[in-house]
């Protein structure tokens, strides 16, 4: 219970200082490339519970939907406004969102892609 009050102060106190940085970042993200903004991953939570994530979109529309270490040539699908997000953590404002909705906490593992089996296997036993 203290976590989630913890999660709930933290990411509304974040949200509220990162509003104005969010808002440049969504019209540098639809200056610069066609697409969503948001780009929505499905991840493991806890208990095993599929989630959507949300973060800023720093990769074309168009790109593969793995593990960008999975990817041969990651750099060709990465927009030039997503190399300064993913650089600066900047892409990853928006999981505020999943934080407030109980999905995933500010403390603790980050949520494996659907896809990464042995990440949610290691993640199931912590």
Same mark, same amino acid.
């Given at each position: 219970m203290l976590s989630r009050v913890f999660d709930l102060v933290? &990411?509304?106190l974040a949200t509220a200082v990162l509003i104005v940085p969010s808002i440049l970042i969504c019209l540098a993200i639809k200056a610069t490339s066609e697409g969503k903004v948001l780009y929505w991953s499905k991840r493991v939570g806890h208990n095993s519970q599929y989630f959507m $994530? =949300?973060?800023f979109r720093s990769m074309y529309s168009h790109s593969p939907e793995v593990a960008t270490d999975k990817l041969r040539d990651p750099q060709r699908y990465?927009? &030039?406004v997503g190399s300064f997000l993913r650089r600066t953590s900047?892409?990853?404002i928006p999981q505020l969102i999943s934080v407030l909705m109980g999905d $995933? &906490?500010?403390v603790g =593992?980050? =949520?494996a892609l659907h896809n990464q089996h042995l990440l949610i296997s290691l993640n199931a036993r912590i």
């Open positions: 933290l &990411s509304l $994530m =949300p973060k990465i927009t &030039s900047l892409d990853e $995933m &906490s500010i =593992p980050r =949520p």
